[in-house]
């Protein structure tokens, strides 16, 4: 019987790997020749690849990425947007599975908030564990924008939604948040890649510097750290798992 | 125009930090009307500029301190040194924008300050260590410095006097290069430092990885509760300022002491300016100030001056401190006013995996370190070097994998493998002791001033020869210490000859008015008191003639309790 999302096995070339984590989000795949679309489907992680539940083979497939849709001139190509607002109450866009942000925010207009959202949850998605939606990431850096950010920032991150925006639409024809999801993901997983590989180009450092703040925000955030306990009371340096996990239950030592 | 206030105190104390914390506390308690004047602004305690109680989501944009600095060339040394600026303590720290100081450009020196009420103690590392017979011997020995006034049995006593009132934990290791002193229970070893440590002990006798012994209360005492002190509980948040005041500092402390005996005067806001001296008397009749908001002079008067402003504020204040008897600043008629500049160094950095230990963990954060004690201090072998260094030392947590936005990936696989236990490791900052050069000199520039009219300090320091044979030692050595350790995957780090070694960066300076038994050579004697004028005191990090490996601040509240000791028996006596 093949596995499945409420059947967690393995297919049978994959049953002798260890088991990853296995979470709700959206995910895409590329199979021979064309795009197939899987949404709200189960991801799990195995040997160093992503599978995904594939309800059409009704079984679990490793996920392919796309190398060479992205031009150059896009990844070396500087476009100014500017745009001011303030925001925030969201619609999922059932068609393409988006969380349309329907107010502009203090920092960001609506459009680059949705977008944002979009490529923060897809950086740290929902697993077994909250994403970067659930810890308001793109609400904290829109606050951030304001009382944080000197005016180089406020341009880099304005400039990283155009950027990706002249890459959507130079990859598939339309702006971010018109794709569908499967081509959302691939669009921000190659630009991941191309922008730790070439670390030089402008989009590479504009990109770099909102996936640390995303990061920063979603991993300082109190969804990201259930067990933080901020007054531990003593310090213990020996302690076995069963120890170290009853003392983190109290919450106290 | 500068006008006089008409109070005479019997003691003026000028700075509020660690050292002028305890000259408060000591004069207040024997019964002397006390001034305590303090550059920066008034801080309650517990303060709500304390942030030690606030989550990580809580902080001032989530930590990160606004780029605003960046952009205005704010906290340019602080972020030299930090890295990165956050909010959780960048109030505690001086903008160099605001009160600048001067360098060469080729070396620049790290001058770290804290102008508020409690000084640096609010952020200090507290790891208090006794200095040993040979530290307060080596000048005499190598020739190096002036020779201390004072031996380790001078200090012993107050030494015990002051661990009792801040409150030490530490473990009694019996090692005549770090004495054992008056300690609360101490904080544990991990069980990699305890494995290090077992291991080093079978083969080495002159080598010990031992706890660090740390300014935080375990157990305190009845008169610690009476301050409203309580036992730390191992947030690691020290920086931050403690709402429990379970760290010492003299916010928490020394000053709520001497406030309590109604002896206590405290002035802020005021920047202390020169020091008033009187020709006829040949004596130090009070101090002048600048308030630090309106630019107004007022001068203050008082039977016995004790500059606490650490150890360059100290001498900035001496050398600007100019008259008919001293044109070179007062109690500087050796010339030394301002020599001998040392700080601590590092340079060599070990670390290794502790293998053995992937089904234990730690709980909880340690604030204090482990620590090696220099083993160096007799020249043996074929080390091209004189004195030594020790190493600041920790495995105290078992470390993550991290949560790291610097590589690449994204999405699930990469939030699955975030924060992850990875091996226990161990790290070792080598901790030089820098000799006391004559040319390392703090002089006030000729022409430059800051917004209150004060002479910027120009600060003239840098390692050499001596040092840099050092790192290459300590290297080799740590790297050895690592291996008989039992760790894996050992990586050191060693400067470079050729690159520059920031002075000042270890926040540990100290020299500008050394202590020596000749006033020819020294500005202090064996009491930290003037050998020029009688009741001018120096007890801060300025009277030190070495600065050995160990962290400083114990020493210095000991030199100040130890001397206003004496400075109130003069007192009494009517000789001062």
Redesign the interface.
Known sequence: MPETPNNPGHSESEKNTASGSVGNVSFIMLLGAGLISIRRRYIKYYSGKFNVFCKRHNRWEIIYMLDNKITRRVFLGTTLCVVTAPLFATLLNEQNNLQKVLMDGQFFNAAELTLLTDVAEIMIPKTDTPGATDAHVIPVLDGLMLTWAGVKSKRQFRFIVAQINDLAKSTYGSVYNKLAFDDRFLLIEQLDKTAFANKKSVLSTHYRRLKEMVFHIYYTSEEANPDFILIPGGYRGSLSKQELDTIQARGYL | MSTQQATQYDVIVVGSGITGGWAAKEFCEKGFNTLVIERGRHLDHPSPEYND?K???Q??????????Y??EGRYRMLKAKKKTLKTDSIQFFVDDKEAPYSYPDDRPFMWTRGHQLGGRSLTWGRQVLRWGAKDFEANAKDGHGVPWPISYDDLKPWYDHVETFIGVAGNKDGLDVLPDGVFQKP????????SIAKKMAEKYTDRHLIIGRSANLTEPSAEQRTLGRIAC???SYCARGCTLGAYFSSLSATLPAAKATGKLTIVTDAIASHVNYDEKTGKASGIMVVDANTLEQRSYRARVVFLCASALGTVQILLNSKSKTFPNGIANSSGVVGRYIMDHFTGAVGMGEVPGFD????????PIATYIPNFRHEKTGNVNFTRGYGYQTTA?ARPSSG??????????????E??QPKPWHFKAFMYGEMLPYYDNQASLHPTKKDKWGIPLLHIDAQVRDNERHMISQAAKDIKEILEVGGCTKIKIIETPKDQHITVGNRTHEMGGACMGADPKTSVLNKWAQAHDVDNLFVTDGACMSSCATQNPSLTYMAITARAADYATKLMNQGIL
């Open positions: 109680m989550t990580p989501w902080l001032e944009n989530r930590g990160l301190a606004t780029e605003l960046d952009e904080w544990q070893m991990s069980c990699a430092e305890q509980q191992a947030r089904d234990q963990y730690s709980y909880g954060r340690r105290g949560n790291t936005a610097k590589r690449e990936g994204i999405g699930a696989k990469v939030k699955a975030a924060n």
